[in-house]
């Protein structure tokens, strides 16, 4: 081990315990992700030049009932998303263990096929646009990957390949899946991400949406999102540790690269499709 190396952090991940009572850090990191992606929104929509005719998709105060929606596709497709993308075998043989989020286990590509869903139903069961719903909720959520992340990070999970690094640390939880080569110093893949996916995209966004006029041409924002979080995942990938195990992982890529491809051609789509609206004749 590089004497440079640093130790990881002896974090808690129990950010709040009374009695039995007990509040994790990654709880926290989705309440406020969930929370600050609805006062963004809401920031969104009361500023009308943002969007076509001056004219928000809905009512302000809609975002209640979208904060809802959005919640439980998150949490249902995260959870079922790692459950299918990352450990089948395992819960199909202890099927009782995947309501269990408390024990970890999310994926943000089955998040986002949650709150797509989710997304699709509010916008039915209200009569609003669903593409401009998309593209209010792909402006917010690196805000929500940003602490996501953080708690990764916190947690000691989603540790990144060996390095030299100056920068690179030693997590305790590697030594359970690479005992013979810990203690070794890894990336800090997690801060890379909350970097890249949180910080980056949500700037990359709002230029976008406040400078460039994405909000006008429905499908747009979602379109850059999925396409900017498709690369950024893809890039950090390379200095993550790839999941023990998984199929996908073939050669150079693994997994995380493999789900995202979908997402970057679906973003292309998603600009093909809003601009072909935008030139359709009225």
Same mark, same amino acid.
């Given at each position: 081990?590089?004497?440079?190396?640093?130790?990881?952090?002896?974090?808690?991940?129990?950010?709040?315990?009374?009695?039995?009572?007990?509040?994790?850090?990654?709880?926290?990191?989705?309440?406020?992700?969930?929370?600050?992606?609805?006062?963004?929104?809401?920031?969104?929509?009361?500023?009308?030049?943002?969007?076509?005719?001056? &004219?928000?998709?809905?009512?302000?105060?809609?975002?209640?009932?979208?904060?809802?929606?959005?919640?439980?596709?998150?949490?249902?497709?995260?959870?079922?998303?790692?459950?299918?993308?990352?450990?089948?075998?395992?819960?199909?043989?202890?099927?009782?263990?995947?309501?269990?989020?408390?024990?970890?286990?999310?994926?943000?590509?089955?998040?986002?096929?949650?709150?797509?869903?989710?997304?699709?139903?509010?916008?039915?069961?209200?009569?609003?646009? &669903?593409?401009?719903?998309?593209?209010?909720?792909?402006?917010?959520?690196?805000?929500?990957?940003?602490?996501?992340?953080?708690?990764?990070?916190?947690?000691?999970?989603?540790?990144?390949?060996?390095?030299?690094?100056?920068?690179?640390?030693?997590?305790?939880?590697?030594?359970?899946?690479?005992?013979?080569?810990?203690?070794?110093?890894?990336?800090?893949?997690?801060?890379?991400?909350?970097?890249?996916?949180?910080?980056?995209?949500?700037?990359?966004?709002?230029?976008?949406?406040?400078?460039?006029?994405?909000?006008?041409?429905?499908?747009?924002?979602?379109?850059?999102?999925?396409?900017?979080?498709?690369?950024?995942?893809?890039?950090?990938?390379?200095?993550? &540790?790839?999941?023990?195990?998984?199929?996908?992982?073939?050669?150079?890529?693994?997994?995380?690269?493999?789900?995202?491809?979908?997402?970057?051609?679906?973003?292309?789509?998603?600009?093909?499709?809003?601009?072909?609206?935008?030139?359709?004749?009225?």
């Amino acid at each position: 081990m590089t004497m440079l190396a640093m130790t990881f952090p002896d974090f808690n991940p129990v950010a709040i315990e009374i009695g039995p009572f007990m509040v994790k850090w990654y709880g926290l990191a989705y309440m406020a992700g969930l929370i600050l992606g609805w006062l963004y929104i809401r920031r969104l929509l009361s500023e009308a030049t943002l969007w076509p005719r001056n &004219s928000a998709p809905f009512e302000v105060n809609r975002t209640d009932d979208l904060l809802l929606f959005m919640t439980v596709g998150v949490v249902i497709g995260g959870r079922l998303g790692f459950v299918f993308f990352y450990e089948p075998g395992h819960y199909l043989s202890n099927p009782s263990e995947i309501p269990m989020v408390w024990k970890g286990g999310m994926a943000f590509h089955g998040a986002l096929l949650g709150c797509g869903l989710a997304i699709w139903l509010f916008s039915r069961f209200y009569k609003v646009s &669903s593409l401009s719903s998309m593209d209010l909720c792909a402006a917010a959520v690196p805000l929500g990957l940003f602490f996501g992340r953080l708690a990764n990070f916190i947690n000691g999970e989603l540790w990144g390949r060996p390095t030299e690094a100056p920068w690179g640390m030693v997590f305790p939880e590697a030594r359970i899946f690479y005992p013979s080569l810990e203690p070794t110093p890894r990336h800090p893949s997690q801060l890379y991400e909350a970097a890249l996916e949180g910080i980056a995209l949500f700037l990359v966004l709002r230029f976008m949406t406040h400078y460039r006029g994405a909000l006008q041409t429905p499908g747009i924002a979602t379109g850059i999102f999925l396409i900017g979080y498709g690369l950024a995942r893809s890039f950090c990938e390379i200095f993550r &540790s790839p999941h023990v195990g998984h199929a996908l992982n073939i050669g150079p890529f693994t997994a995380g690269m493999i789900y995202s491809l979908p997402m970057i051609l679906l973003g292309l789509w998603f600009i093909w499709y809003g601009r072909h609206l935008a030139t359709r004749p009225a």
